[in-house]
């Protein structure tokens, strides 16, 4: 497995390394932190400062960034048999996202600091940048690392199914875990009779508990000890109940992109937001 976890100033990058590695052992790891200038990029500014007082400053600003790297680094057990470091020059979202496709990333990590919904949409954040625009899978680490014990695995339909079976079965964690296999059946929201409402919801539910058992049957093993359960409801709402109890939170992406993202919605970004603890955002690599 291929890593990269971004890292910065903040608690949460540690976190994040850590996490990373108590949860996988990848063949290779890369670090990554952009140095960001800011405001001192722009070319209205930077004439107007001394010319030696600038590279002085953007030099100061990497050697610091190297060895936060290097400090890291030193976070890394000996079993990861490749570590890399990248620092360079750009917005944080930019250098990371080119970090993971240079490295063929299976996995990006990002830390999250709990900003909230509304103003991270407004203001933006490194992890919601890299959640909406990376192309491989996305790890969103929130406060302190536990013992991974209790998984939550959301299924949406068949095809989210196979997609996050392939990811499981391809990148089993370190250690063996409870993996509670739920899905949601959405509450009918148009003005049919009420008869036509329940049949629908009742048809819905057995072919959503004939999913989700079947993936619990798929991934019962050494790695994983599987159950399933259907719920129905606002489906962000019931899997933010149930991974109130866990320890990571396990959803795919269907990879919406701009207008219809914001039109249609998305369970799996509007929980990692919204989520106490980590969540694993999971695509397929193309």
């Known amino acids: 497995m291929r890593v990269v976890v971004a890292v910065d100033w903040s608690d949460q990058a540690f976190t994040a390394v850590r996490e990373v590695i108590r949860l996988y052992t990848p063949q290779e790891l890369t670090l ?23 590279e002085d400053f953007r030099r100061a600003m990497m050697d610091a960034g190297r060895q936060l790297l290097d400090q890291t680094a030193a976070l890394v057990p000996r079993i990861v048999a490749s570590v890399k470091q990248v620092c360079e020059f750009g917005s944080p979202a930019h250098v990371i996202l080119n970090a993971a496709q240079s ?16 103003a991270e949409l407004v203001l933006g954040s490194v992890s919601h940048r890299v959640l909406t625009h990376a192309t491989c899978s996305t790890l969103v680490v929130k406060g302190s690392p536990i013992d991974l014990r209790r998984v939550l695995l959301a299924v949406e339909g068949p095809e989210d199914a196979d997609r996050l079976q392939r990811w499981l079965r391809a990148h089993p964690f370190n250690k063996p875990v409870e993996l509670m296999v739920m899905s949601v059946v959405p509450t009918p929201q148009f003005g049919e009779p009420f008869t036509v409402q329940e049949s629908w919801g009742e048809a819905a539910m057995k072919s959503a508990q004939v999913i989700a058992d079947a993936v619990a049957g798929g991934l019962s093993g050494t790695s994983y000890s599987p159950a399933s359960q259907v719920f129905r409801g606002d489906p962000a709402e019931r899997i933010l109940q149930v991974a109130a109890r866990c320890d990571l939170l396990v959803v795919g992406s269907h990879g919406r992109k701009g207008l219809d993202r914001f039109l249609l919605g998305s369970v799996s970004y509007s929980v990692s937001h919204r989520a106490a603890c980590p969540v694993l955002v999971v695509r397929e690599t193309k």
């Open 103 to 118: 490295a063929s990333a299976d996995l990006v990590v990002v830390g999250s600091r709990a900003r909230g919904r509304l």
């Open 32 to 54: 990554v932190h952009a140095v960001d200038l800011g405001v001192l990029e722009s070319p209205l500014l930077a004439p107007a400062m001394a010319k030696q007082a600038y």
